[in-house]
């Protein structure tokens, strides 16, 4: 059964927040609602979204404050801005601040959906780069779990498949163990995570780099991450 996508909705309004969280259950999404900044910074902190509807009128910590603060932190989780304000400038200030897309109220249900499965498409490595596709000299199957190097089939694990996924969906960008983490594993980031992504990096790389103490496929950048060249 697949996984339902889970959407925080950051909304002070609560007849706005209630519709919201049931469209979004109407359609195949988990929703989750917070009515003011300070929840919504809490509730970040310990469960990881695949996307944050966040209004930028709010209680305690405004919409611009919140999206500001994660991206500092590097909180990769797309963010779609909602606001009673309609001047360009607002929109491109919120877009400066790091959302994904900006929507101004009144909006329509179906609008709003459209935006959410269109942000959700740039940001999800499976629709990014399917289930076939090219990896530095690999071909890979995802739906076979198997890679292929000059006619040398290796199989790989469901969760290697999703590694390779992401890396091929962001090729020449360093994405750092917290971002790896929380696409891949859909969880929060925590120690444990670390040394967990860092094993099914080392494990991954005995399967696919021709010499594994030498990577040239998927490289660690000292201090930040890892890195596909493409």
Known sequence: MEQKMHILVVEDEQKIREALVDFLEYHGFKGVSVEDGLEAERIVAKKHFDLI??????????????CSKW?????????????????ETEKVAGLNLGADDYITKPFSLEELLARIKAVLRRTDPVRAVG????FADLEVDIAALEVTRQSNAIEISKREGQIIQFFAA?????????ELYEKVWREQMTDLGTRTTDMHIAKLRSKIERDS????????VRGAGYKYEG
């Open 53 to 66: 509807l966040l209004d930028l009128m709010l209680p305690k910590i405004s919409g611009e404050q919140l």
């Open 71 to 87: 991206r500092r932190e590097g909180l990769q989780v797309p963010v779609i801005m909602l606001t009673a304000k309609g001047q």
């Open 131 to 134: 289930q076939k596709f090219m």
């Open 170 to 178: 962001n090729p020449g960008r360093v994405i750092s163990r917290n």
């Open 213 to 220: 103490s030498d990577p040239q496929i998927i490289k660690t």
